[in-house]
DNA sequence: TCTGGGGTCCTAGGACCC
DNA sequence: TCTGGGGTCCTAGGACCC
């Protein structure tokens, strides 16, 4: 089964504040350069899209109500959404904010059907927290994940073994969870548009065109997908901690594109510490006021969370660089993670430095992010943007923006 | 009046080594 | 007169997802 939470965040602040049923909304970051982050279904009848900017939303709709997005609200629905669902799988899968897979093998004995159980989901959901969502099952993930998409709002749609061939003949390839906008123009160009043209099409022409990626292709367009469904806890652990800002306005001082990357560095640092992980690359990411986006990478001699290590690594990569022109945004991420065991620290300012970094987080952690901070950052004191991340999870290093 | 932020996976070229 | 083949690591970019 696949859940998919119906214009989530939009949906959330209706169900909270009345006087928004019914009508248009678009939920945006607090920040000026902010994007629609979901609509309500009333807006996206007049083309209001996820990735608009205000100018273009509002456009599209004069009488578009934005709402500034509150993280904390639609953290504590979804996982109320999960703790209804936990009631009817053990192997629940947490997508994203707004989705979520369960494996419903060998649950019916107990509790009926799928479509039994999804309704009573459905109808739980939809007393508690007054939301809609759409649900799909299937024989696999690929194919829960597609039926949940084909009815929006309030859905229940099922695809069974036996009619998974008449559901894929003539859908376009795009509507196959990871066939995106340059899979599908490549394909065209091949003269495949539907799922039923890709599982006919020959394997080793794919192979030779797509790589890897070719061999699953064929697989998918005959809806074959073997992917497990992975229960909360037993994910793999993250192979990256990354944070990016769009800046108020275009850069070009170093010096203050300097204390954004402090800023950036402690965020990561921070979360990385929290999680116990180092990392032994730095990656900076820029961004141009043209949206050229590039990254520059380097190497640690050994792994790190500390901020002024990830600070003065992302220093060292800026220097290397000659900026073309201002600069829009600015990311730092650490990978190449691995599980920080706190081994005997071999000297005695390291351990000083762990107690000191330590002593900040548990600081930070009680009274706000950013309570105890470098001198530096206390002129820079602009409130973050406060901007939402669907890919937000209940646990783990990926719970971030919870404010 | 312009266009967010969090990730994963894959590819491809070059350095370097044997 | 012309220069193999195998491997790993590092780096940059792009496709895709929410």
Redesign the pocket.
């Known amino acids: 089964m696949h859940l998919d939470m119906n214009a989530f965040f939009a949906s959330v602040e209706q169900a909270c504040n009345p006087t928004l049923r019914g009508r248009p909304i678009a939920v945006v970051?607090s920040?000026?350069?902010?994007?629609v982050?979901t609509a309500s279904y009333e807006a996206r009848l007049y083309g209001v899209k996820?990735?608009m900017?205000r100018?273009e939303a509002k456009?599209a709709c004069p009488s578009l109500i934005f709402v500034t997005g509150d993280n904390r609200k639609y953290i504590d629905t979804s996982v109320r959404v999960l703790d209804i669902l936990k009631d009817y799988s053990p192997a629940i899968e947490v997508?994203?904010i707004?989705?979520a897979f369960a494996d419903l093998t060998g649950c019916s004995a107990l509790l009926g059907s799928p479509e039994e159980i999804s309704r009573s989901i459905k109808e739980r959901i939809r007393s508690s927290l007054g939301l809609t969502c759409s649900i799909g099952i299937a024989p696999n993930k690929l194919l829960a994940?597609l039926a949940s998409d084909m009815k929006k709002p309030d859905g229940l749609v099922v695809i069974r073994e036996e009619d998974v061939g008449g559901a894929l003949k003539d859908l376009p390839v795009k509507e196959?969870?990871?066939?995106?906008?340059?899979?599908?123009s490549h394909l065209a160009l091949l003269g495949v548009r539907t799922c039923g043209e890709l599982a006919d099409f020959p394997a080793s022409i794919l192979r030779e065109r797509f790589?890897?990626?070719g061999e699953r292709l064929k697989l998918m367009g005959r809806g074959i997908d073997s992917s497990p469904v992975v229960p909360a806890g037993e994910e793999?652990e993250?192979?990256?901690?990354?944070?990016?800002?769009?800046l108020p306005k275009d850069v070009s001082d170093r010096e203050e594109i300097k204390r954004y990357l402090l800023k950036l560095s402690e965020?990561v640092g921070n979360?990385a510490r929290g999680h116990k992980l180092k990392g032994r690359?730095v990656t900076l990411t820029l961004r141009y006021?043209?949206?050229y986006?590039?990254?520059?990478?380097?190497?640690l001699s050994c792994p790190a969370n500390d901020t002024r290590v990830i600070f003065q690594s992302a220093i060292s990569i800026l220097e290397g660089i000659r900026l073309k022109t201002a600069v829009r945004?600015l990311?730092v991420?650490i990978?190449?993670l691995t599980k920080d065991l706190k081994q005997m620290e071999l000297f005695d300012g390291e351990r000083r430095r762990e107690r000191l970094l330590d002593a900040v987080d548990s600081i930070n952690g009680r009274f706000g992010d950013f309570t105890l901070t470098w001198a530096t950052l206390l002129e820079h004191n602009e409130p973050s943007?406060g901007?939402?991340?669907?890919?937000w999870r209940p646990a783990g290093?990926?719970r971030?923006?919870v404010r």
């Open positions: 970051g920040a000026k350069r902010t994007v982050t996820t990735g900017n100018y456009k997508y994203s707004d989705e994940k196959l969870w990871g066939i995106g906008p340059r899979l599908t790589g890897i990626i793999e993250a192979k990256s901690v990354g944070h990016s800002t769009t965020m979360r690359r006021p043209d949206f986006t590039f990254s520059r990478q380097k190497s945004l990311g991420s990978s190449e943007a901007v939402i991340s669907p890919a290093v990926k971030v923006n």
